[in-house]
């Protein structure tokens, strides 16, 4: 009898402890993304791999909260907190599996984040995650581009999956993965490939900003790659700097990203242009915290012992440019100067563009739901509802309004011929119908619009008819 399969079985396991799970009871996490409350309900299988159940959305807390008290009824599924801690965090590898997703012979430094920046900016543009038909939603781009340049590179990668300590890293094989063939380059790399697809469905805004740290805010620090996260207790949005110019004239920082729900898709390019200010230590401008790997674990660096660590952007005495608007500060950071109407042009050009997208969703939304079901707790409804989308246009009108009461003088006045040009624009048509700027703030600041996709386009623009 063959006794090697069995001795290196067992030197492997004294080597690489794993941690054994029960596959029962199923546990329950709730979350707050793009606008919509989820239940995410998995199960972990014996080599300690969360699998996905079932994860749907629901536009209230409330709803959301039922579902749970119907599955622990149903089934004895166990809500947890879906925020992952760094008292529980521990590498998923099992010692039975052997291989890794890819070999790490690199390590992360800041030489190689200047390199990161560089092959964002070369490589990664709008089309980029469809032209690999890579799936993605809200906090997906910026782990997607993470795990494919580590991959590309030859350095480590890790994320916690929502909900766990378990830290995913390039050496954390599943058995089902273990024969998928693998390729030279990452976009034929089977094993690889499906490696990347469990992360992104088992990582989101709140659990990225657990494996993210926030830095200083200006040129060294700022660049392609690094990200925003706008954190809510109700809500979240990821937002990844693909363009960051020095020059006078252009808005010095541009993103992308992606929206639900999870598809291939083009990303939204956007000037960055966030109003409100971070709470301290919820979201902000971050970067990825270094994944490092022993001979027998990994750990994520402390958010502390990065370099260009900084809670200055959530300070009271942050802004120090006659602004209270973040973007707006940082763009003043950036650049020697910045004309305040160039800020001005990219909130409204950033406006119109959501007004056109929402405008589509919402009568696509309304055909396929007059023959579908599209309620609450449905795919459908995460699909076509618009609540994170309909949060930012209000955003929008109040980054407008601040930048009117902020300027003075010259930079006053042309704001205010600049809007007056703007309100004069009809920026929606729908139903024979036109509506001009001005008709559609008063809509949001009133808040008669609906996000349901059940309703008529009228009813989610709140222009019923008397």
Known sequence: MNMKPRLSHLVLSLLFPVITFAADPTVALKYAENGNWYVHVYRVDSEGFPDTIEKIAFPTEKEADARLRDLNASSGTIEKSSLPSNDEMHELRNPMVSGEIWTATNEWSTDWESKFADWTRANFDKKFFKRYKIKTDCADATVALRWIFSRVMGLPAGNRLDGSGALLTNRSVRSVWQNLPTAIEWQ????????????????YTHSVHADAYPIEINENWITEGSFHLEMRAEDGHTRVFTDVSHNRGSWPLEDMYSNVPRKVRK????????????????????????TRLTATSAYLVP????????????Q??????????????VAARLQDSTDPIVGMHAVLSNLESAISERKKLVEDGFTLCSTQDCSPGTKNYEDWSTPSRDARLGQSFDQ????????????LDRANKLLKREKRKKLLRFDGKKYRY??????????????????????????VPN
Do not use: C
């Open 188 to 203: 034929n790399d089977k094993r690889f490939l499906a490696a990347l697809d469990y992360v992104l469905v088992n990582t």
């Open 267 to 290: 990303l939204v390019v956007e000037p960055f242009t966030v109003f409100e200010q971070p709470p301290m230590l919820f979201g902000g401008i971050v970067r990825h915290r270094w």
């Open 400 to 411: 407008i309004t601040g930048y009117i009461t902020s300027l003075h003088g010259d930079d």
């Open 303 to 314: 958010a502390a012992q990065m370099p260009g660590y900084s809670l200055e952007q959530y």
């Open 316 to 329: 009271p005495d942050f802004f120090k440019h006659g602004t209270h608007d973040f973007s707006a500060e």
């Open 438 to 463: 001005d008709q559609i703030e008063a809509v949001w600041k009133t808040h008669q619009y609906s996000s349901d996709p059940r309703v008529s386009p009228a009813t989610r623009w709140g222009f």
